[in-house]
């Protein structure tokens, strides 16, 4: 989606499975940290 700014995403989804990504850009828009605890937990059914 592009906004009155240019061509810049309004949202850009990442996982947790890379901590050093989040680490450095988790916290800034346009990125959202998608969480895979949950999944992985279930799959290893824990």
Not at 29 to 36: A, G
Not at 40 to 45: E, H, R, T
Request: charged letters at 15%.
């Amino acid at each position: 989606m592009a906004s009155s700014s240019g061509d810049r995403f309004a949202y850009f989804w990442i996982t947790d499975s890379c901590p050093h990504t989040v680490k450095a850009i988790g916290q800034r828009p346009p990125f959202e940290v998608l969480s895979l605890a949950g999944s992985i937990a279930d799959a290893l059914q824990i």
